[in-house]
């Protein structure tokens, strides 16, 4: 790869972070996508977490075959970075994103516990740029999370597959009555415990339930829920779980179970980023279903297929 390939990358680096530096500024934002793979030879998702980046590598769409060659690459799109951001070294984090064959995504990467604050629409948010794939907030569904505080007042809110729980810190900040949050990791729940603290919005209106969503769907319904949220991963088989997940052969009866715990008026926001992903429209039990898709990309991303969500309701009314 020549310099001046370098040169490219470094010019986009410098355009989009200030571009796009501005604009979160003005949104409230301290963590924001900088560089969403827009040039050929560096599969690259850029983000910044103030002071620092987080750059996740998409190794299948890599040119870089030659091991030695990869190396010097690397090093080279490190430099990059750190010279046209104007950050130093310590302060970019590499990960490398590929297909997980079978691996759960509660994997841990290392125990460096890199821990930030970041801020997103006057609300905070625990960030750990080094020890999982994931930094505990997802960036893309950003407006799906602002909708949903709009809607929460006076609601009661049910967040599966809750990851860090930074849907319910928007449901709680929107003025819920109750939200459930769900998810199988014990470490995940704490996290999204201590984001509710770091705002200010503990309290016992707020349940944290550890199970598997799949299993708990199942399970008889105590009570109806006005908001739900269900953003499955694409496919799991932690050891806790009691079967394997699979949202494209799964998201039917996940959707259909969410239905059956949701009151009359109710929404339900059903997400996911499998690239693939086809929704089975005949086996839902749903008598409204829209694509919000396009609604819910932030203007940092550039990929429109970064995930696919609807707007699923009991009737149109």
Known sequence: MSTADFESFANRLR????HTGKWARRQGLSCFRVYDADLPGF?????RYGPYLHVAEYKRNHTQEDEEGYRLWRANVRQTLSEALQLPNGHIYFKERKPQKGKSQYEKLSGQQEEVIV???GLKFWANL????????????RPTRQKVREQS???RVLNLFAYT???????AAGGARATTTVDLSNTYLEWGQRNLELNGLSGPQHEFVRADCKSWLAEPAEGLYDIIILDPPTFSNSKAMFDVLDTQRDHPALINACLRRLAPGGHLYFSTNFRKFRLELEKLQAGYIKDITAATI???????????CWLIRHSEG
Do not use: C, Q
């Not at 599969?43 to 983000?47: E, F, I, R, T, W």
């Not at 080094?130 to 569904?141: N, V």
């Not at 932030?298 to 696919?308: A, E, L, M, S």
């Open 15 to 18: 355009k989009m972070d200030k």
């Open 43 to 47: 599969p690259l998702a850029v983000d």
């Open 119 to 121: 801020e997103e629409n």
């Open 130 to 141: 080094a020890d999982y794939l994931d930094t505990g907030l997802f960036l893309d569904h």
């Open 153 to 155: 007042a006076g609601k």
């Open 165 to 171: 729980g930074s849907f319910t810190v928007y449901a």
């Open 298 to 308: 932030p203007k940092d991303f550039r990929n429109p297929k970064i995930h696919y």
